[in-house]
């Protein structure tokens, strides 16, 4: 016999365990055969046991090897100088990579062949066969990380009275046809590598952090949080026309949810590096990575047409009733500033979307210092000696900087005068002599 190992070819005396990864290295390569029964210096030392060794090698296949490989695994005895040889034929898959069940789609489960030898894959060879494998389609790729749990997306599921199942699980391709999860699945999954940072600045310059924080978990757990954060910070202003009490949020809520909404539902997730909420005195930013989906246009877009990047996500948001229709959300902020002088603006990039929603409060009537804000002001002073600017934030329920700013506008105006200075500074109404 001339036969020696090489790429295609693997000895092994008896059965090891280190057969399986031999399999998955073929599997992941150019195919090749596996002789059990002969020593790695090609002699044939022969097999007695056939049948047992067999069985043995096609249990161990079936049970430990992720895709499913046996389709393209083939076993026969030959005889090889009067021995009995166990040969096992592989094919190169077609749902590369193959991988050790209990290690992962990682270095440490993935094998390919490199000469003779079965060594493990680079997380970059390894990405490079899911792409192969499962098209560029981000979503619908298999992710690397098969140990994955849903107890949020499962109460949200459950809130929205629908099922949540293996076999929903398929319809909405969070599990592939071989069985395994996709990165969909990770984006709704507790174990989500994505997540949304948010930040509070005091004034309107990134300066100086009052608060930040980090969203982690599932993509729908993570809106929830960020909504509620950033609904911390949505004040109320109250305003009288006539006898009827007005209350107006600095920004109106349904476009926090749309501008929310859109950064989670369309950003590119291929990419690493998260959403990025900074809110400021006078507006809030959201940042997100991916811009415009490739033939679509900002004109295009602010009309209404709409191309889904991800569009498995967005079909799981809108069973669950989170978005309504696509294609709506910009206009739907867009119509939610029709009343106020200030509008959103969007910037866009090859790789970045950001959409600034501007405080209306801040913005209203240069803040309306010379109507509801000064009449609230002076009526507080004619039954109070002064006011301070913490006493003015509370009142108006402005921010702090609000509150500074509409203080100066009435000094400015001659209408209070200031006392006292840092801590014990006052504000006083100006006596005319």
Known sequence: MNLVENLTN?????????IKKTVI???NTAGGRIYIG????????GIENTDEVMLQVSNAVRDAIRPDVTM?????????????VLIIDVQKGTACPYYLESKGIRPGGVYVRQGASSVPATSAAILKMIKESDGD??????????QLTFDYAEIEFRKSSIEFGTNQKKTLKIINDDNMFTNLAELLSDQCVHTIKAAVFDGTEKINFKDRTEFSGSVLKQVNDAYDYINRYNRTRSEFKDIHRIDIRDYP????????????VHRDYAFSGSILISIFDDRIEIVSIGGLVKGISYDDMMVGVSIQRNEKLANVFYRLSLIESFGTGIQKIMRSYKEFSVKPQITVSDNAFKIILPNSNYHANDLNVSNSYADVILKYLSEKEF??????EVILNVSQASAARILKKLVDAGELCKVGNGKNLRYMKKINK
């Open 10 to 18: 693997e000895f092994k005396e008896t059965y090891t365990d280190e």
């Open 387 to 392: 006011i301070t600017r913490k006493e003015a």
């Open 38 to 45: 002969i020593a790695d210096d090609g002699s044939v030392i």
């Open 25 to 27: 290295a073929f599997a």
């Open 137 to 146: 389609r981000y979503e619908a790729i298999r992710c690397t990380n098969q």
């Open 253 to 264: 809520t349904p476009a926090v949810r749309e501008a929310l909404l859109n950064a989670v």
């Open 72 to 84: 393209f695994t083939s076993y026969h005895v030959d005889k090889i100088d009067d021995k009995n």
